[in-house]
């Protein structure tokens, strides 16, 4: 199955800050079936902004991958088919 082109996160761990390597994403809320409307946020110029389903503050960090998330279980995959 082909990789997402925009990155996707999710918040499984409940926690109230995630840095990631993308500035512009979309947020899942947590795996399916308990996620929320994918959202697509764009941070633009700033370093940080919170999703507007579950609040998730998503923080910038240019030394991860556009793909990669501390913590790394946010960083969202698609199952295997």
Do not use: W
């Not at 947020?27 to 700033?46: I, K």
């Amino acid at each position: 199955m082909a990789e997402h082109v925009v990155p996707h996160f999710q918040n499984d761990p409940g926690v109230p800050v995630i840095e990631i390597g993308a500035k512009e994403f979309m947020c899942v809320g947590a795996t399916p079936p308990y996620d929320h409307p994918h959202v697509f946020c764009d941070m633009g110029d700033e370093n940080e902004i919170i999703c507007p389903y579950c609040s998730t503050l998503y923080r910038h960090n240019a030394s991860l991958d556009p793909h990669a998330a501390i913590p790394a279980e946010c960083a969202y995959r698609l199952a295997a088919a």
